[in-house]
């Protein structure tokens, strides 16, 4: 590392570390993290990223243009019942089947509401860091909450070019309400508002999905654990890189969750890994982007597939993305179900609990599907 690196590295720290060396008990992890983010690194307008950042040649795959993910527009499923709402029902499931990525318009999130969420995410991220470090990103096995970085799992990792902000939206127990922002003030009610409407939209998802599996519309809700299900909210903050070309936002991986939505910013950086090929996916204004987790590829026996994605980052502008996963209990033992009144006699999959499946994927670098696959037989 330059020695002006480090030195910038250490006086920030030393001054940055007393005014909150008491608050949490994570003054150790702050010494460690504050100019290690990406923020921070972007700010210094280093000539070239720190080598952590850079990726290998073999895992920085070229992108072949722009996709087109299919949008579903929901209003008639939400509001009208009938047959317009099954067309629409049809073209979740096969969204789902072919390519476990769409956009949705009309989803029934207000767009006072989104800008609202957009606005508190902005104006925290644009906070001083110490005050942002105030939540440092506290490592448990199953539940990172707070902010800083994740998969940072030794020196040799390669780290993505993102910070994260995350906090449990449910159930109770994961809250850790003091690890949720209390800067800006409007944060936590704005994203307790958007967090109960997007859990209502993933739930909408789950039952067509059900419905389509040959279940009860209420089956995967429960199968995933009811009201105890875990609701993250991810704040991904990817800031300006002057060497875009070099590092990842976000390596290639899918979603361990069930369900995923994304706010975006309408700043294009997501890309999807179609037939062995990278698309950017062009985000709609008003639209929310919705995904398939492993989960849903477990126990659908690979029927809905979670598609592997990434992130890139871009020189002239910084982008957000606001993710809220949905995904299992910890103690929900998933395998892939046979439809109602049916045996399953040729899973492909077998059976986790979903504990054991966190475990692994949060302490091990992103790498493609590789979690997944690990549970075929
Ligand atoms: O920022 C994005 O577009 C992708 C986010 C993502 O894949 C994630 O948070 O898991």
């Known amino acids: 590392m330059p020695w002006r690196v480090e030195s910038v590295?250490?006086?920030?720290?030393?001054?940055?570390?007393?005014?909150?060396?008491s608050t949490l008990g994570t003054y150790t992890q702050k010494l460690l993290m504050a100019v290690d983010l990406a923020q921070a690194i972007s700010k210094q307008q280093l000539p070239e990223v720190p080598s952590r950042f850079v990726q290998p040649?073999?895992?920085?795959?070229?992108?072949?243009?722009?996709?087109?993910?299919?949008?579903?527009d929901l209003h008639d499923l939400l509001h009208q019942g009938g047959h317009s709402a099954h067309i629409a029902a049809q073209a979740v499931t096969k969204a789902c089947e072919e390519w476990g990525f769409f956009q949705v318009i009309n989803h029934g999130i207000s767009t006072s509401l989104m800008e609202d969420v957009r606005r508190v995410v902005k104006e925290f991220l644009n906070l001083p860091m110490e005050e942002k470090m105030k939540r440092p990103m506290k490592f448990e096995p199953y539940h990172p909450t707070g902010y800083g970085r994740t998969f940072d799992i030794s020196e040799d990792t390669i780290l993505d070019w993102v910070d994260a902000l995350i906090n449990y939206i449910s159930p109770p127990a994961l809250k850790d309400p003091e690890y949720w922002p209390d800067k800006p003030a409007a944060y936590r009610e704005t994203i307790e508002a958007y967090g109960a409407e997007v859990i209502k939209?993933?739930?909408?998802?789950?039952g067509i999905l059900s419905k389509s599996l040959g279940l009860d519309f209420s089956h995967l809700e429960e199968a995933f654990g009811g009201d105890e299900a875990q609701v993250v909210l991810r704040v991904n903050h990817y800031p300006r890189c002057q060497q875009p070309d070099l590092v990842m936002g976000l390596s290639p991986h899918s979603d361990?969750?069930?369900?995923?939505?994304?706010?975006?910013?309408?700043?294009?950086?997501?890309?999807?890994?179609?037939?062995g090929l990278w698309w950017t996916v062009k985000p709609i204004p008003?639209?929310?982007?919705?995904?398939?987790?492993?989960?849903?590829?477990?126990?659908?026996?690979?029927?809905f597939t979670s598609m592997e994605h990434r992130a890139v980052v871009r020189s002239d502008t910084e982008r957000i993305s606001i993710v809220v996963f949905y995904a299992p209990t910890v103690s929900a033992f998933l395998g892939p179900i046979a439809p109602k009144g049916t045996q399953q006699n040729t899973a492909i999959y077998k059976p986790i609990k979903y504990g054991d499946y966190l475990a692994t994927y949060m302490n091990k670098e992103l790498q493609g599907k590789d979690r997944i696959n690990s549970l075929l037989i």
């Open 9 to 21: 590295r250490w006086v920030f720290n030393f001054l940055c570390a007393f005014p909150y060396a």
């Open 57 to 72: 040649l073999h895992r920085r795959e070229p992108c072949h243009g722009h996709s087109s993910i299919p949008v579903i």
């Open 201 to 206: 939209l993933e739930k909408t998802m789950l």
């Open 256 to 275: 361990g969750s069930a369900i995923t939505v994304l706010l975006h910013d309408e700043v294009e950086g997501l890309q999807v890994k179609k037939d």
């Open 286 to 303: 008003g639209a929310l982007i919705v995904n398939m987790g492993d989960m849903m590829q477990l126990v659908s026996n690979g029927r």
